[in-house]
């Protein structure tokens, strides 16, 4: 996986709530636990994730073929801002993440709202669905 040039802020703790911003059928995911990192850093604390982090989460509310069941997201946005390298920051709305399989291809076919640059430097085959790219 490629290295995100930007300073991300770790702000997603496991138990968070995410928006589904893709067209899979899930409406809101919880956060589970993260996938391909290690337990945290510092000794007592929760591990974190933030833009373009590959987690495990359960669908709370969509349809039913989802429900209740664990699967893989990225995170698209997050409420924490973004420092870029040229110095600007970024800050979305919501927490938000779309659903991928195990080769980390999306499951949806189209992205509601706007995609972090970040995400698709690591991503791109979620840059194919993206509708706005900030």
């Known amino acids: 996986m490629k290295a995100i040039p930007s300073k991300i ?17 899930a409406y809101q995911l919880r956060m589970i636990h993260i996938i391909g990192k290690g337990g945290g ?3 007592g604390k ?9 987690v495990s989460a359960s669908v709370r509310k969509g349809t039913p073929a989802y429900l209740k ?5 990225v995170v698209i946005r997050q409420r924490a801002p973004i420092r870029r390298a ?3 920051r970024v800050r ?14 999306p499951i949806g076919t189209e992205v509601k709202g706007a995609i972090a640059r970040e995400v698709i430097e690591r991503f791109v085959k979620i840059g194919g669905i993206a509708s706005r790219i900030v």
């Not at 069941?69 to 997201?73: A, E």
């Open 69 to 73: 069941k664990p699967v893989r997201v």
């Open 46 to 54: 929760l591990a974190a994730v933030g833009i373009g982090d590959i």
């Open 92 to 105: 979305f709305e919501d927490n938000a993440a779309i659903m991928v399989n195990e080769e980390n291809l």
């Open 86 to 88: 040229n110095g600007m």
């Open 9 to 25: 802020m770790k702000t997603i703790v496991p138990g968070g709530v995410f928006t589904c911003a893709d067209n899979s059928g």
């Open 41 to 43: 850093g510092r000794h």
